[in-house]
Antibody, heavy 124, light 112 residues
């Protein structure tokens, strides 16, 4: 069974930085495309960014609101995905979920499974 | 970006009755190359992460009960819960993965 467990969320001031993690079991993170999706309190779902599998080049792609501020990476030895968030804004406050891209055969896909999420609060 | 609009925003259904949820995309998500609709549905129960229910508009994900079904094509899609159970109380989201970036609808809340 594939399990994804996020950690590292917390309270950070505007302009600050935070790194959240997603530890995977039952799957090798370098072998799949993985995505971060966020959900602001009481709101809907927003795609944040993805990293391709190592065999597909390991490139990263980001949503416009976070491009240049957020960075997705992997640590293969720990089978863990990361989301480094810099220059945080109040509008980045959300639960951040990691998830795995489905095998759609195209750049975009459905997402399954999802971790339980980690809450990032940006406030002074 | 492709805009996904769900209706209604909320829906109250009696136990054992049918629930019908709608999702409309601002442009077609049907691929002419493979005749597939790039549309998924998710269920988010209170306090839980989203769970994939349906992909390719009508293919049930592994372990999803057959009371959940997806239909539609092009720009108009429906998720049907044939006989509502108490554990189906949740917010349901549609998602298109035809255009980049992938986008979600605002959700439909299903209550008893």
């Amino acid at each position: 069974e594939v399990q994804l467990v996020e950690s590292g969320g917390g309270l950070v001031k505007p302009g600050g930085s935070l790194r959240v993690s997603c530890a995977a079991s039952g799957i090798t993170v370098s072998n799949v495309w993985m995505t971060w999706v966020r959900q602001a309190p009481g709101k809907g779902l927003e795609w944040v960014g993805r990293i391709k599998s190592k065999s597909d080049g390991g490139t990263t792609h980001y949503a416009a609101p976070v491009k240049g501020r957020f960075t997705i990476s992997r640590e293969d030895s720990k089978n863990t995905l990361y989301l480094q968030m810099n220059s945080l804004k109040t509008e980045d406050t959300a639960v951040y979920y990691c998830t795995i891209d489905g095998s759609s055969g195209t750049f975009e896909a459905w997402f399954d499974p999802w971790g339980q999420g980690t809450l990032v609060t940006v406030s002074s | 970006d492709i805009v996904m609009t769900q209706s209604p925003d909320s829906l109250a259904v009696s136990l054992g009755e049918r629930a019908t949820l709608n999702c409309k995309s601002s442009q077609s998500v049907l691929s002419s190359s493979n005749n597939k609709n790039y549309l998924a549905w998710y269920q988010q129960q209170p306090g839980h992460p989203p769970k994939l229910l349906i992909y390719w508009a009508s293919t049930r994900a592994s372990g999803v009960p057959d009371r959940f079904s997806g239909s539609g094509s092009g720009t108009d899609f429906t998720l049907t819960i044939s006989s509502l159970r108490a554990e189906d109380v949740a917010v349901y989201y549609c998602q298109q993965y035809y255009g980049t970036p992938s986008t979600f609808g605002q959700g439909t809340k299903v209550e008893i």
